[in-house]
């Protein structure tokens, strides 16, 4: 079964601490993972992919295919990272399918 | 300039009605979807057209239809609404079939009440 787990709803940092949001994934074959970002009463919005192998505002993720994990990763949370966070995975064949998990609240501290 | 754009925001209606929802992108995207985010916060996929023709359709009660007039519109019709439809419903974009790269509207929260 296709699967994306993220086991924290809630991640609560202070500023300047580091932060990981972890994600798990099931998925037979080579995934593609993606983190969209939700912040106060914007949209989501796509944040990054693995395949870019970027970082954006800080944050990088990396793919661990031997823990099928996809953990987002920031070395000094700011206040302004405050949102949700949905790891996702491209679901097989070539639809556009994504499927997402339950997301992470992320709060940073002053 | 609004990139995707759902209305209403807000839809509160009494079980047993029928509702729409519409979504309109002005991206010059080829394909839309329709997710429902539930209580939990779990997005789902629900419907996905490209250029017009349904290409996902999951396992959703056929109460709930989708339309795509043309390839920047796609409205969700709900018939028969029941307490378990209340959700928030996102509508998204992408630039072709197999992009993932999503532009999602803001989202339409329903009650069902």
């Known amino acids: 079964a296709q699967r994306v787990t993220q086991p924290e709803k809630l991640l609560s940092v202070f500023k300047g601490a580091p932060v990981e949001l972890k994600c798990n994934y099931s998925?037979?074959?080579?995934?593609?993972l993606f983190w969209y970002v939700q912040y106060s009463r914007q949209r989501l919005q796509l944040l990054l992919r693995h395949i870019s192998r970027e970082s954006i505002k800080g944050f990088t993720a990396d793919l661990n295919k031997g823990e099928t994990s996809f953990h987002l990763k920031k070395p000094f949370a700011q206040e302004e990272d405050s949102a949700m966070y949905y790891c996702a995975l491209k679901g097989s064949g070539n639809t556009g399918k994504l499927i997402f998990g339950q997301g992470t609240t992320l709060q940073v501290k002053p | 300039d609004t990139a995707v754009s759902q209305t209403p925001k807000y839809l509160v209606t009494q079980m047993g009605n029928d509702k729409s929802i519409k979504c309109e992108q002005n991206l010059g995207h080829d394909t839309m979807y329709w997710y429902k985010q539930d209580s939990k916060k779990f997005l789902k996929i629900m419907f996905s057209?490209?250029?017009?023709?349904?290409?996902i359709n999951e396992t959703v009660p056929n109460r709930f239809s989708p339309k795509s007039p043309d390839k920047a519109h796609l409205n969700l019709h709900i018939n028969s609404l029941e307490l378990g439809d209340s959700a928030v419903y996102f509508c998204?974009?992408?630039?072709?079939?197999?992009?993932?790269?999503?532009?999602f509207g803001s989202g339409t929260r329903l009650t069902v009440v």
């Open positions: 998925y037979s074959g080579s995934p593609e």
């Open positions: 998204a974009s992408s630039p072709r079939q197999g992009s993932y790269g999503y532009t």
């Open positions: 057209y490209n250029n017009k023709e349904l290409i």
